[in-house]
Structures are given as C-alpha cells and as structure tokens.
C-alpha cells in the first residue's frame, strides 16, 4: 500500500509541476506584501482559469496523499 502511495505522490508533484509552471506570476503577490496585487472584478479566463483549477485540486491531493502516507508507514 505505501508503494501505491509513493507512487501516487510522484505522480501528484509533476502534475503539480506541470500545472504551475506555465502560469502568470505578476498577479501572485497581493498589494499588502509590495505586489501589484489582483483585480477582483476580472476573473480568469480560458488557460489560466484551468491552470488554477487544476493547481488547487492538485494541492490538495498531494496534501492528503501526503497525510496518508504517514498513517500507513
């Protein structure tokens, strides 16, 4: 079971790799922190709506896969 897990895990982070690689980093830091922050009112559209979706799921995925191999070692 830990090595489907392992083996679940890699896969997680290059998918994970793959989806943030090609994203657009001018909007990932918000105002407060020296950014130039976002503009709530537009949403993303096309490409960067999928890449964020896919990056979120991912994430969380990976969490949770990650949480799991510790409770089965």
Known sequence: MANVLMGLQIVLSIVLVISIMPQDSKNAVPTEFGGEGTQSYFKPKGKEAFLS????????????NAIALLLVK
Do not use: A, G, Q
């Open 53 to 64: 979706r896919v990056t979120k799921i991912t994430s969380v995925l990976f969490f949770l």
